[in-house]
């Protein structure tokens, strides 16, 4: 799945070639993914200008004329800058064709992710609205993290990724922070210090703001806007490391299933 840095990855790489631009054709070739696609969406948004693409947490925000456009990539989705006489792939679901001759397309296999419209306050959406502080801003505090963790039996790895406490701190990197501030993922979020949580702070926000600037994590099909791979994997300390050796004491890595996902970890370093 794409997770933060990938998807700021994308963002960046396309604001730069759509901001301030003109839909001219919206072309919508399937409207099943995770919600439907609007029906009236290729009606709606030709003539609108992009006058300013963000993010929050994994949605992208697309602030046009008259309201926003939200895009989840979901499991497997992408977005790719292309001329729009581009052969059509299979997957291929969704086209916005500007005027200067540029084609954002939206490709998903699994169909998990969402091209939405509103014309609400956008903050106040039902996806975003309940959205906890963006993990790279000043309101994401060891402070703030050991206080909504009092009495919680939830493992620190899972609570952490609960996008209501913190958007966008996906299994990767939760993984990679954690090992680095020498916490098993296990944990119970209750029995974390507030000074452990503070250097968890730290390395959440080091982790991802590396993995930022190399352009994401490659595993599997993951890559930005004009296809290039990310770089991140070749940093990774823990994840997907099982049965290799400690970069730190030189101990095999471990893992196991928590939450559903897959926990990688070092037995003598992380307590």
Same mark, same amino acid.
């Given at each position: 799945m794409p997770e933060l840095p990938e998807v700021e990855t994308i963002r960046r790489g396309i604001a730069t070639h759509l901001e301030n631009q003109f839909i001219q054709t919206v072309i919508v070739r399937e409207h099943r993914l995770r919600w439907p696609v609007p029906d009236h969406l290729a009606d709606i948004l030709p003539g609108q200008q992009v006058q300013r693409i963000v993010r929050r947490g994994k949605y992208l925000l697309f602030q =046009?004329?008259?309201?926003?456009?939200?895009?989840?990539?979901g499991m497997s989705g992408n977005l790719r800058l292309l001329p729009p006489s581009t052969p059509v792939k299979k997957h291929d679901h969704l086209d916005l064709i500007f005027d200067?001759?540029? =084609?954002?397309?939206?490709? /998903?296999?699994?169909?998990?992710? #969402?091209?939405?419209?509103?014309?609400?306050p956008i903050f106040n959406h039902p996806l975003l609205s309940n959205l906890g502080p963006e993990p790279l801003s000043s309101d994401f505090t060891g402070e703030y993290l050991h206080h909504l963790a009092h009495k919680r039996n939830v493992a620190?790895?899972?609570?952490?990724? /609960? #996008?209501?406490?913190?958007?966008?701190?996906?299994?990767?990197?939760?993984?990679?922070?954690?090992?680095? !501030?020498?916490?098993?993922? !296990? +944990?119970?979020?209750?029995?974390?210090?507030?000074?452990?949580?503070?250097?968890?702070?730290?390395?959440?926000?080091?982790v991802l703001t590396r993995a930022i600037a190399m352009g994401g994590t490659t595993l599997r099909d993951f890559s930005d #806007?004009?296809? *290039?791979?990310?770089?991140?994997? *070749? !940093?990774?300390?823990?994840?997907? +490391? !099982?049965?290799?050796?400690?970069?730190? =004491?030189g101990n095999l890595i471990q893992v196991q299933r928590i939450g559903q996902?897959? #926990?990688?970890? =070092?037995?003598?370093?992380q307590r």
């Amino acid at each position: 799945m794409p997770e933060l840095p990938e998807v700021e990855t994308i963002r960046r790489g396309i604001a730069t070639h759509l901001e301030n631009q003109f839909i001219q054709t919206v072309i919508v070739r399937e409207h099943r993914l995770r919600w439907p696609v609007p029906d009236h969406l290729a009606d709606i948004l030709p003539g609108q200008q992009v006058q300013r693409i963000v993010r929050r947490g994994k949605y992208l925000l697309f602030q =046009c004329t008259t309201g926003h456009i939200l895009i989840h990539l979901g499991m497997s989705g992408n977005l790719r800058l292309l001329p729009p006489s581009t052969p059509v792939k299979k997957h291929d679901h969704l086209d916005l064709i500007f005027d200067h001759q540029r =084609c954002l397309r939206y490709h /998903d296999p699994r169909r998990f992710g #969402s091209v939405l419209w509103t014309t609400e306050p956008i903050f106040n959406h039902p996806l975003l609205s309940n959205l906890g502080p963006e993990p790279l801003s000043s309101d994401f505090t060891g402070e703030y993290l050991h206080h909504l963790a009092h009495k919680r039996n939830v493992a620190v790895k899972n609570y952490i990724m /609960d #996008s209501h406490i913190v958007v966008g701190v996906g299994n990767i990197y939760a993984n990679e922070a954690l090992f680095l !501030a020498g916490i098993h993922p !296990a +944990r119970p979020a209750g029995e974390v210090s507030r000074t452990r949580y503070q250097k968890l702070v730290t390395h959440v926000k080091q982790v991802l703001t590396r993995a930022i600037a190399m352009g994401g994590t490659t595993l599997r099909d993951f890559s930005d #806007s004009t296809g *290039q791979q990310g770089y991140f994997r *070749q !940093a990774l300390q823990v994840y997907g +490391r !099982a049965g290799e050796a400690c970069v730190n =004491c030189g101990n095999l890595i471990q893992v196991q299933r928590i939450g559903q996902r897959a #926990s990688y970890f =070092c037995k003598k370093c992380q307590r």
